[in-house]
């Protein structure tokens, strides 16, 4: 998993449930650009792992927004990742006294 598709998914995982995330606010939101985060968002929902939907009813000032939400599967996913960068970081982590040594 990448970071981007990381950070993504993190986002809307701590999204509160009355006020979900569409698109621009995510790419506000993790610092990446349009052309990074909905490229994401398709593959995201290709795979199942974030859902969407849009708004109702389509405000008179602006387009609609599409909202997306982690689905159930997508937070396993999330979870796994978590686990396994936690596994690995403890496997990397330096012995104590270990700084700057070259074994």
């Not at 990446?32 to 939907?53: K, M, N, Q």
């Not at 708004?55 to 387009?63: G, H, L, T, W």
């Not at 396994?84 to 074994?103: D, F, K, Y």
């Amino acid at each position: 998993m990448t970071a981007t598709v990381l950070d993504v998914l993190s986002l809307l995982a701590a999204a509160a449930q009355d006020s979900p995330e569409w698109g621009l606010s995510i790419c506000k939101k993790t610092g990446y650009g349009t052309g990074t985060v909905y490229p994401v968002l398709e593959r995201l929902l290709d795979a199942g792992l974030i859902s969407a939907t849009w708004e109702e009813p389509q405000p008179a000032d602006r387009p609609r927004r599409r909202y997306f939400e982690l689905t159930r599967a997508g937070s396993a996913a999330l979870q796994a990742e978590w686990e396994e960068r936690r596994r690995r970081n403890l496997v990397w982590a330096p012995r104590p006294g270990a700084v700057g040594e070259i074994s």
